[in-house]
């Protein structure tokens, strides 16, 4: 894997995104992480998501691969990841250090924990572009209250750590230059527990939440390839980004 490592730990397995400065997820990268989360067998505590460098843990995913006939790929490449994060009975944690923003904050969001330094940023800034975030219109709908949700989705403004915390996407936030060691005690909260019941607390308490990811994604998805991608606002945006100058919309 040339844009991420894959790494076994005693108590955890651990993919850490490496295509600094930004951790952009283009198909390449999302192929390599469909293929790390595949290796994590459920014989672990945790399943550990992590990124390189201090500035990002993924500003989000490939605008060029927005475009044409690529975005059906990317999209099938991105979504396939989130269905078997929610199919595994793992625990998941995301460690944020730096920004996640569009699909790197999406990424975070489908973790069961997300642990942040106060450096950390969140935020779905696809709207700019003229499209929105599949994934993150049903996580927003379903991690903190509506209004704040949408207010998220439709205008694109990130939040730091703390106000991420406050409305319930983040479980702590520590100093940036504790981060690591403040994390890892975190984590020894899962690791003395037995890996094997944490494992089916999870499932139980994924049973009780009723609900099927799987068919609300591909509703969302049909909205998105089907009704969204065919009109000229969005692909105005995602040119207008390319071309470095502002979008004219047309409504």
């Known amino acids: 894997m040339s844009k991420l490592r894959f790494s076994t730990e005693e108590h955890a397995y651990r993919i850490t995104l490496d295509d600094p400065p930004l951790h952009i997820l283009d198909i390449a990268l999302l192929e390599e992480l469909r293929d790390a989360i595949a290796l994590a067998k459920p014989d672990r505590h945790c399943l550990i998501f992590d990124a390189t460098g201090e500035k990002a843990f993924s500003a989000g995913a490939s605008v060029q691969d927005h475009m044409g006939e690529r975005v059906a790929t990317m999209l099938r490449n991105f979504h396939d990841c989130f269905r078997m994060l929610a199919r595994t009975d793992l625990v998941t944690v995301a460690l944020v250090r730096g920004v996640a923003l569009g699909g790197g904050c999406e990424l975070a969001l489908a973790c069961d924990f997300v642990l942040a330094s106060d ?10 572009l003229g499209v929105f975030p599949p994934v993150a219109a049903y996580q927003l709908s379903r991690q903190t209250s509506p209004r ?3 207010e998220m989705l439709l205008t694109g403004d ?24 403040r994390a890892e005690e975190w984590l020894q909260r899962l690791y003395r527990q037995s890996a094997s019941s944490l494992r089916f607390a999870k499932k139980a308490f994924r049973i009780a939440q009723a609900d099927n990811f799987e068919d609300r994604l591909a509703a969302v998805e049909k909205i998105y390839l089907g009704e969204l991608m065919k009109t000229a606002d969005a692909n105005e945006g995602l040119n207008a980004f390319i071309e470095k100058r502002k979008p004219k919309w047309g409504g």
């Open 148 to 150: 704040k949700g949408l």
């Open 158 to 181: 990130p939040l730091d750590a703390r106000a991420a915390g406050a409305l319930g996407l983040v479980n702590a936030v520590f100093p940036f230059g504790e981060f690591d060691a």
């Open 119 to 128: 450096r950390a940023r969140f935020g779905q800034p696809e709207i700019a």
